[in-house]
């Protein structure tokens, strides 16, 4: 390249004082990028993989189908709120974009927790960073199914009897679930005889005698 350097010239063509050769490579145009999908707000269970093709354009529109460029080079990042300890707080949950031997270039993240989050994809890690065409994306976060040994419930003792209530269900990641159950218990003395309790019913009274175990 001869001459002297005046604009950058992998962002546009630019321009040199006595230019006399210039090489131009292949360069990601974030404006022109986008992520593919199949609708703009993605339902997607808590600690599901999310696997998002990219398609890489350059300043002329032009697919990027070169071994081009460093996936690291790009920055994404889920944006949302959750809710811990009764409080709404913000939470970014941090991702990646990975590539193949066929030069497949993909968004991957997981977010454990639920709720709505905004998925951001941009080009640049530092300094100034461009946008995808369609960035950000709405995600929305639902609760994972429903794990037994992780539900809580309050207990006390009274009048001769131990009174289990307030269950609350939660996924393995602590989310709280919100499709009905139905609850089943025993005593260990009548293991025989499982119980059930009607849906949104959850109160076990159980004489002090007796002895507590349950699953869903």
């Known amino acids: 390249?001869?001459?002297?350097?005046?604009?950058?010239?992998?962002?546009?063509?630019?321009?040199?004082?006595?230019?006399?050769?210039?090489?131009?490579?292949?360069?990601?145009?974030?404006?022109?990028?986008k992520l593919i999908f199949e609708t703009s707000n993605l339902n997607v269970t808590a600690g599901q993989p999310i696997n998002l093709p990219l398609d890489l354009r350059d300043a002329s529109n032009n697919p990027i189908t070169a071994p081009f460029p460093d996936p690291s080079r790009f920055t994404v990042e889920a944006i949302g709120e959750?809710?811990?300890?009764?409080?709404?707080?913000?939470?970014?949950?941090?991702?990646?974009?990975?590539?193949?031997?066929?030069?497949?270039?993909?968004?991957?993240?997981?977010?454990?927790?639920?709720?709505?989050f905004?998925?951001?994809?941009?080009?640049?890690?530092?300094?100034?960073?461009?946008?995808?065409?369609?960035?950000?994306?709405?995600?929305?976060?639902?609760?994972?199914?429903t794990d037994p040994s992780n539900t809580d419930f309050d207990d006390e003792e009274k009048d001769g009897l131990v009174i289990f209530s307030n269950f609350k269900t939660l996924d393995e990641y602590n989310n709280p679930t919100n499709e009905e159950h139905k609850l089943y218990y025993y005593l260990d003395s009548d293991s025989d005889t499982i119980k059930s309790l009607a849906d949104n019913n959850y109160e076990i009274n159980i004489s002090t005698e007796g002895f507590f175990s349950s699953e869903e």
């Open 1 to 33: 390249l001869g001459g002297d350097l005046i604009a950058q010239l992998d962002i546009g063509m630019g321009y040199s004082n006595s230019l006399t050769q210039m090489a131009i490579r292949p360069g990601t145009f974030a404006p022109l990028s």
């Open 82 to 116: 959750v809710e811990v300890n009764g409080e709404q707080r913000n939470i970014t949950i941090p991702g990646s974009v990975t590539t193949n031997d066929s030069n497949d270039f993909n968004v991957t993240t997981t977010i454990k927790s639920a709720g709505t």
């Open 118 to 145: 905004q998925l951001h994809v941009r080009e640049g890690t530092t300094g100034i960073q461009n946008s995808f065409q369609n960035s950000p994306l709405t995600l929305t976060i639902i609760p994972a199914a």
